[in-house]
């Protein structure tokens, strides 16, 4: 089959019998404007009506498919508010009796006729002697047996896209396309793409729609991939700044206060290798919270100024910020290396002091957040971009980066570990780099779920740790809807000043506050002029204080598991013992089997993968996949078609680097549609 698109389905989706401009601004909202674009609104899940359930084995509060004839039809009862019930007698085959509730719907009570047998499906109630389902879907003759179930929007019913894709499934038949090479569809077995958009809205079977998923599901990934792996490409110009390999380490590795790890040792040569190489670097370093990220940036400073050119660290936070600032500073400083902070906060004057620094080539080291990218800032000589905690910047301003002075060197740090075929989806354009061994010494931070009952005692065996003279961090109550986290926190830490924590220095720090106040209190933890600090999950990422050895977290059960291993990750960095605390009050058996999960490792790696199996990949990403194209389909659970996914992408690539042979038009195509949706990120 050539691969040519034919044209109707890539006209207005108003051309559509029973599209008005109504139901067109619904579509419109979903971002839904081609038939084409419609066959890609997929089905939630199917309501299969083959295998009706017996009503006696039927589980009340379930949603079940029963096949049952009608005995009688009671007359409509009309209730306050006037909405009117109807009530209808039925059996099933083995007489076992059941009645039909339906609100308000005069059609649906009409369609049933007393004597007719109808299959049906919905949500079970009343006793178990006197079963009854509730506003049941009905089968109608001559309907599919498997009934996709389409995401609900309201004015959107699952019938009106139903008859939409139907049309569109038509005018397919008719211009059928492919966008995948016959040879891989042959290699992976893949469903050829008209019937895999038939089979997904209108499957014969179970395993028929699973197919038609799988082979959908293949094609995003194969699109992100092959994606990422262009962008990768094109930002891979000639390196502007090279650098010589014989640049002596030593005096760096001299002056730490610590030997580094045999992880930290690699991962710094693979940066060092990429800083010499002929093209500019573009590595992920990625690390479980507490590996030690941190001086392995310090040694690609290190290694870039010592080749005369700068370095930009940028952050998330300006807590973060100033700490790597501060951290920055302490190991380059007495090597002679200038590092200067700037952030947003800064008065007018100490900025201009900077601006000019930084442009004279006199700030060799520049640590921020987002303002050390502004086109006001001028550079000397930028050699690397190191940005951290990277889940925070999406890849848009990682290719963003790459436009500030020329193509310097990037490398970005995540504290989210995810497993290596995970990341080489996600981040395709990057290399990736591993810290997968803890600084020596380290004990695990020992994890605790408790239930509210042992709160107090939770927080006297805090305080006998204030008492050693330790450090705690107590992670402030879920807010209410509504509740400004700034009364939440405040009215939470007052209430602890008075009541448990009395005599205790206890710190507050939350979203709302200042940056120059939420540095202030940052900065009074740091030198333990407090003993406690009451925060939000502002504190989450990269917080450094290792005199801290107890995280207390109220309402544990709200934040998902990767999150409670970073809040975790804020103790147990020095050389005492520390100790994790989940406070839960309302945990369901779901949320105390990841608690426990919780409990039974440190190991961020294995944190991430429950966390991606619990909560699937979209959730999982939510706030990390910002900036990737959306994702629909894909199963970045589903290891081996990960595996197929990427060795496609590399035998298509080798074939054909750029995509630009005919039978690779379509599936081109569509792939500058998927990142041209990402704004900056485009591929044209
Ligand atoms: P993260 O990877 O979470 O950003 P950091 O860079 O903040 O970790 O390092 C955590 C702590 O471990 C810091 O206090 C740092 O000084 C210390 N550290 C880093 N590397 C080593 C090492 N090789 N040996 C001992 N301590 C280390
Ligand atoms: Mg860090």
Known sequence: MEPQKGTRLFLSIGNLKGVGQKRFALYQKLGISSP?????????????????TPVAQTEPDETAVVRVTICTKHRPVRVRGGMQIFRLEAVDEEDTPLDIRIFNNLYSYQALQVGCTYTMSGRIGGTLLQREIIAPQVLKEGEPAIQAVYPQIAGLTSAM???????????????????????????????????????????????????????LAFEEMLRLQLGLRLLKKRSARKSMYPMNKTTDLRPFHDS????????????????CRDLCGAQPMNRLLQGDVGSGKTAVAAAACYFTVKNGYQCALMAPTEILATQHFRTLEGFLAPLGISVCLLTGSMKVKEKRQCHEAIADGTAQVIVGTHAIMQKAVSYHALGLVITDEQHRFGVAQRTALAEKGGVPHKLVMSATPIPRTLALMVYGDLDVSVLDVLPKGRMPVQTYAVTGKLRARAVHFLIQELEKGRQAYIVCPAIEEGESDLRAVTEYAEEMKKGLLSGWRV????????????????????????????????????????????????????????????LRGRVGRGQHQSHCILVTEHATEESR????????????FKVAEADLQLRGPGDFFGRMQHGLPPLKLAELTNAEMLHEVQEAAEAILYADPDLTAPEHHALYMDIVRLFARNGENGLN
């Open 256 to 271: 730490l206060p610590f030997a580094m790890t045999e992880a930290q040792l690699r991962s710094t040569e693979e940066i």
């Open 593 to 604: 089997q990841r608690l426990r999960l919780l409990s039974s490792t440190t190991d961020g």
């Open 36 to 52: 084409y674009e419609l066959l890609y609104y997929l089905p939630r899940s199917y309501r299969d009506f083959r295998n009706p």
């Open 161 to 215: 896209l139903r008859t939409n894709i139907r049309a569109s499934l038509a005018i397919l038949a008719e211009e059928p396309f492919e966008t995948l090479d016959p040879a891989i569809l042959d290699a992976y077995q893949l469903m050829p793409l008209p019937e895999a958009l038939y089979c997904v809205h209108l499957p014969e079977n179970m395993e028929e729609a699973q197919r038609a998923r799988h082979r």
């Open 507 to 566: 710190g507050v720090l939350h979203g709302q506050m200042a940056a120059q106040e939420k540095d202030e209190a940052m900065a009074a933890f740091h030198a333990h002029e407090t003993d406690v600090l009451i925060c939000t999950t502002v504190v989450e990422v990269g917080v450094d204080v290792p005199n801290a050895t107890v995280m207390l977290i109220e309402d544990a059960e709200r934040f998902g598991l990767s999150q409670l291993h970073q």
